[in-house]
């Protein structure tokens, strides 16, 4: 049987794109179309330039100026609807009232529901969330009651989160049935039944 993958935020690099070399077929969706335009593209990998979110729309995303990411590649993979008020990170160390996520872009927005539909997805092996502190609203979203899609495992990004956050996404994964690791960064999440 194929396997799938999704990737919610992964700009251009450390993606599950290789992956299809395997035979995966997957889904990287980034709102950066700009990022995402420079994966090379593979058979059996749709991508998506927008974000997941609750509702099917648009929506305002904070990114680094070119010139940030410029001097740290990194930053070309930080984009997030959290504003500079709602978050702890992306500031300069050098001067905590300079915002490095300065930059706002009008963005699409679609939901995980809208997605399966429209890509008749009927299973998936490996959900990577990336999302920059959204991450937990990510997970949210998702349609958990559809059993046989429940993803086998998931990985997802957690620095960006308070600690209360990282117990709250651990616990609502564990109500759904996953055993949970937290490491510093990441989260990985593991369909036990």
Known sequence: MEKTFIEVGSCDFNTLNN??????????IDPMEKYLNNIPKK?????????IDHTKGERLIYHAKDSQVDLDRDWAGMSTFLPKDKRRWGHSLKDPTVDLLGC????????FRNIIEEYNIESI???KIDTEGYDFEIIKSFPWENEPLKPSIIKCEIDKLRYLHKVEIK???EKRSYHVYLEEHDL????LR
């Open 188 to 191: 990985y999440a593991i369909k």
């Open 104 to 111: 706002e872009l009008l963005i699409k927005t679609d939901t």
């Open 43 to 51: 058979e059996g990998v749709h991508y998506l330039p927008l974000a």
């Open 125 to 127: 092996d490996f959900l």
């Open 171 to 173: 616990k609502y994964l």
């Open 19 to 28: 992956l299809a070399d395997e035979g995966w077929k997957g889904f990287i």
